[in-house]
Every structure is written in structure tokens, then in C-alpha cells.
């Protein structure tokens, strides 16, 4: 695990970087994160009652948050969000675009503030990058963290990798990636034809296979930890994503661990 009693090409920093994730996959979406005494939670896919139960595990809390980002107005990442926003009275940082769809199903919020791909969100010196993602979804996002020189990528929600994507994502001392899908269990695999369609399509979800091309053109010697996100329970083996990016990061690769639906990750810390 990354932690400062760890290997010593860990930063020195005291705080550092943290981050858990709380949840991971279609069942539902969250990632805390925490620098230089600012609190963010990227996206709510579950309910407050069982947020509040995954964030105790890692001695943190609900309350008193700088932040909540979201990604897109999928359920699974949005499910509860207006509720959360309610009870602990916190601001929604979220595009327009996604504003506009998942407004109704959150109700009215304490506060909603704008953002665009391209225009960094600043909480003292925890900064906050949105860039666009190919999703079927209106003005989806995913995320770069970047604080004291340290960079925390979000890769997840999909369906290709387009060279704004393999930008962002360059130099990162961590990457959370989503590695959805092995496609041949996914064609042999029970889901409708129009859902296996809409998942492999450019705006879907990246297989197994695209999760290794993009780790292929984003490592490098820095990056100390891969983290595989938003895997189906359906439609993959976590050994099998696991293995496919193994191979794409080759010899010397950094650590790597599984997001889990039912369970949160460790607090980590770079
Ligand atoms: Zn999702
Ligand atoms: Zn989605």
C-alpha cells in the first residue's frame, strides 16, 4: 500500500495526497479525496446512509466537505447525490450539460457551480481539472488532481481514448482507470444486444483491451500506482483485467489494485 511509512520514492510531504475509493462499477461511483486540509468527493452513485457507512471506514466523514464533483448524470454516479447535498449542505461542482439532465432527479440543491473541460477548479492548493469524455452522456468530464506538483488522473465512464484524453493523463504519479469489459465475455455474455452495443460503442466503456492501450501510452517512470475502475461483475474477471494491464505496463509496473463495488479501497496516499 502507498503510504509515508513506505518504499522512499514516496513524497516526504506531510499530507500528501489522499484518496479512497469508496465504490466502483454500475452498481455505483464515488471517490473521496483530500490535500492541504481540502475535502472533495468526486460523484455520489450511492445513498447518503451508505456514503456516510464507506467514508467511516477510512476515519473520515460526510460533513463539511469543500466539494462534490460530478461526472455525468448517470444514476450510478448521481443516485445520491441530491440527498447528500441536502443533509450536509455542500456545493455541486458539475458541467452545465449535466446540470441540465440530472437536475430533476436531484431536487433543489443548496449550491450549484459551474465548470468546464479545460478550466481548473482551485481549493487552496488542491486543483481540480476537468477534461470532456466520449460518454453518451451531455458534457461528461472526468478529472486531473493535481497538488504540490503531485497529478491523481480519473479515467473512467469512456468509450474511447481520444488524444485530449492521453494528454491529460500524461506524467501522473497515480491513475484511476476504468477497465470495464473483456469483449468477448461481454458478446457471449447475457446483456441485450442494444446494451453490448451502446457499452463497446465510442461513447460507451473501455474494455480490458483499451484500458492497456491508454496505460501503454501514459506510463512512464513516475507513475507509482494504477488503480482498475468501474469493472462489470457481469462482463469481466478482475484477474483477467488485471493480467491485460500487467502487460501493457510491462516490466518494473507500478502497484496495482482493484476498485470494488461492495467495499471501499484503503485511504492512500502519494
Ligand atoms: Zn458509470
Ligand atoms: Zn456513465
Redesign the pocket.
Known amino acids: 500500500m502507498l503510504n509515508h511509512e513506505g518504499k522512499d520514492s514516496l513524497s516526504p510531504l506531510p499530507g500528501g495526497l489522499k484518496f479512497s475509493i469508496l465504490s466502483s ?2 452498481g455505483g ?1 464515488s471517490v473521496y479525496i483530500e490535500a492541504g486540509g481540502k475535502r472533495i468527493l468526486i460523484d455520489a ?1 450511492l445513498s447518503e446512509k451508505k456514503l456516510s457507512q464507506r467514508i467511516a471506514h477510512i476515519d473520515r466523514s460526510l460533513n463539511g466537505l469543500d466539494a462534490v464533483f460530478a ?2 448524470e ?1 444514476s ?2 448521481i443516485r445520491g447525490m441530491g440527498p447528500l447535498l441536502r443533509k450536509h449542505q455542500l456545493q455541486l461542482f458539475t458541467t452545465e450539460g449535466t446540470f441540465k439532465r440530472a437536475g430533476p432527479s436531484m431536487g433543489t440543491l443548496p449550491g450549484f457551480n459551474p465548470i468546464r473541460a479545460g478550466q481548473p477548479v482551485e481549493f487552496g492548493e488542491l486543483v481540480v481539472e476537468p477534461y470532456a469524455t466520449p460518454h453518451d452522456a451531455e458534457e461528461s468530464v472526468a478529472f486531473v488532481i493535481h497538488y504540490r506538483g503531485l497529478r491523481l488522473g480519473l479515467a ?2 469512456l468509450g474511447k481514448v481520444t488524444q485530449e484524453v492521453t494528454s491529460k493523463l500524461q506524467k501522473l504519479d497515480a491513475l484511476l482507470i476504468e477497465s470495464n469489459h473483456d469483449v468477448d465475455m461481454l458478446d457471449a455474455g447475457p446483456y441485450p444486444w442494444v446494451t453490448k452495443r451502446r457499452i463497446k460503442s465510442d461513447v460507451g ?1 473501455l474494455s480490458n483491451e483499451a484500458c492497456g492501450e491508454l496505460l501503454s501510452s501514459v506510463k512512464h517512470s513516475g507513475l507509482r500506482l494504477v488503480v482498475l475502475m ?1 469493472m462489470s461483475e457481469t462482463n469481466n474477471y478482475p484477474e483477467l483485467a488485471r493480467i491485460t494491464a500487467r502487460q501493457a505496463l510491462g516490466q518494473d509496473s507500478p502497484e496495482m489494485i482493484i476498485a470494488e463495488q461492495n467495499h471501499p479501497t484503503p485511504l492512500m496516499a502519494l
Open positions: 462499477g454500475s461511483n452513485g461526472t455525468h448517470h450510478d454516479h473512467t465512464d466503456h468501474h
